[in-house]
């Protein structure tokens, strides 16, 4: 039998559950839920004597990831009263110990406010809809500066001395598998398999490792440790091609995210250059 519940709409998804106890927190420091100015709103709930109304059963779907905000409310009408009503007697709970009168949970109360507040704003001031004209233009741009970008494959072992990155070179030169060595000896991240590095373009490392990279043939090791901020490198390519464009529709998440980020950070420019600011140094 199918569930007459959506995917989204769990107690275990945090998509769910995040938005629900934001909503929570407001309830914390008011003995009333939202709606109660609304004398003509429909009461849904009274638990202990505190009304809950439909206007808060209408405002906690709002706070619901955008997917789960799609489904009709009596699709999710039973899961929010019961979550709410739960939220409502532990904020009861809480108030009768005292913990709403805490100086720190004042704090992160407030803290948290800030956050609503910042997010509210940006959603309506930033994040509003990107046409696709803008995606199309931003699309171009990236197929201009990505067409025939070179990329290679490579793995690399991470060792903190030369010596020990010689010592590595005549291992590999003896015929230890380059894998494996990078998984006994390598001090990256990327030890756990093997140094695989996957495929990169020039710009996607430091200098003097991009370099060395990308003059090496298919199979070939570096002959000698390349040296970087991290420490030593020896490094083996193990394929190049050349980059793939990717599809309009598979970047179009990416370009929202960044059409977005750019307003916000020339918004943020335009704030400081009106607002008056002073900064202290560090207190030592």
Known sequence: MLSIYPPK?????KLYLFPILVFSVFLIFNN??????????????????????????????????????????????????DDLINNRLITEAA?????DREEEIKRKIKDFEKDILYRAFMDRAINREVSNNQLKLKYNEYIKSSSGIEEIRARHILVQTREQALEAIELLKKGSDFSDLAKKISTAPTKIIGGDLGYFGRDSMVSPFSKAAFSLKIGEFT?????????????????KRVKKTEAFENMKAKIIKEIILRREEAFVAKLRKTAKIQKYPMMR
Not at 9 to 13: L, Q, S
Not at 58 to 72: E, H, I, R, S, T
Not at 223 to 239: A, L, N, R
């Open 9 to 13: 709409i769990t107690v275990d998804n």
């Open 32 to 81: 009333e839920p939202l709606s109660a100015e609304n004398n003509s709103d429909k009461i849904v709930a009274k638990i202990n004597g505190s009304n809950l109304y439909l206007s808060d059963i209408n405002n906690a779907k709002k706070m619901l990831d955008p997917q789960a905000q799609k489904y009709p409310l009596k699709i999710v009408y039973d899961f929010l009263l």
């Open 95 to 99: 108030r009768k110990i005292g913990i």
């Open 223 to 239: 002959s000698s440790p390349i040296k970087t901020q991290f420490g030593w490198h020896i490094i083996k390519v193990e394929d």
